[in-house]
């Protein structure tokens, strides 16, 4: 069964930091790019960092640019994303998803994803 579990998430004040997790099972991690989307109370999903299967790839989006980093350990199927002097916009379910082929921030092509993590940065 293939699974992805997101945690790290919860409630930090503006300009603080949190961990994200995504731990995955039930495929093989090391040939899949491992993407992290966002959403917002009415907003629509929003591409915020990537990271290709060798490592060699990523993809960060301006609006969290300088501030998130994504990294992964494939000995552990883990992928991290650090997230630093966060904004009270940054308020979302943060989502982790995996793509065979390309690191990218379109949701569609995405084959697997987990169920979300809270963040919440108050001002």
């Known amino acids: 069964e293939v699974q992805l579990v997101e945690s790290g998430g919860g409630l930090v004040q503006a300009g603080g930091s949190l961990r994200l997790s995504c731990a995955a099972s039930?495929?093989?991690?090391?040939?899949?790019?491992i993407g992290w989307f966002r959403q917002a109370p009415g907003k629509e999903r929003e591409g915020v960092s990537c990271i290709s299967s060798s490592e060699d790839s990523t993809y960060t989006a301006d609006s969290v640019k300088g501030r998130f980093t994504i990294s992964r350990d494939n000995a552990k199927n883990t992928v991290y994303l650090q997230m630093n002097s966060l904004k009270p916009e940054d308020t979302a379910v943060y989502y982790c998803a995996a793509e065979e082929r390309i690191c990218s921030d379109y949701a569609p092509l995405y084959n697997y994803w987990g169920q979300g993590t809270q963040v919440t940065v108050s001002s």
């Open positions: 039930g495929f093989t991690f090391d040939d899949y790019a």
